[in-house]
């Protein structure tokens, strides 16, 4: 029985966790894409409401991408290095900023794709690690 929510999905199958990834790479899509507008519209010239934001976030845009990238193909690694960078750069943005100015309910639904993401990183390569397991003895044993 498939006892998933929006907020909490069950990762405790192959789809589910899947699912979950694919959440994460779309919220990391969605970041690389904002923080893409935001700093071009910054190079361009344009002050956009009190953000801390300059051409140098770019470089952000692209590590998002690239952990876009790798939780298309389930990486652990851009699992948890979506999840830990989206927390420090809102944090960053909230301390600059404030709370309003620094996004913090879409922030908040983004940092749980995130974490779902990570978690369903994790799920995939357990149950793929349970697939290989032989279910019989070795020979000679």
């Not at 969605?30 to 010239?45: C, K, M, P």
Request: a positive charge; glycine letters at 8%.
């Amino acid at each position: 029985m498939n006892n998933s929510s929006w907020f909490w999905p069950d990762v405790s199958n192959l789809e589910e966790a899947k699912k979950a990834c694919r959440v994460a790479m779309w919220c990391a899509i969605f970041v690389a894409s904002v923080t893409t507008l935001f700093s071009l519209l910054a190079l361009a010239g344009t002050k956009i409401a009190n953000l801390p934001i300059d051409a140098s976030a770019l470089f952000d845009a692209a590590l998002f991408a690239g952990i876009a990238f790798g939780l298309s193909r389930y990486s652990r690694f851009a699992g948890v290095a979506g999840f830990a960078l989206f927390l420090f750069e809102r944090i960053y943005m909230i301390a600059k900023s404030g709370p309003a100015a620094g996004g913090l309910f879409l922030g908040i639904f983004i940092l749980l794709g995130f974490f779902h993401g990570m978690r369903g990183t994790f799920a995939y390569h357990k149950s793929q690690t349970n697939a290989a397991v032989p279910l019989t003895s070795p020979p000679f044993s």
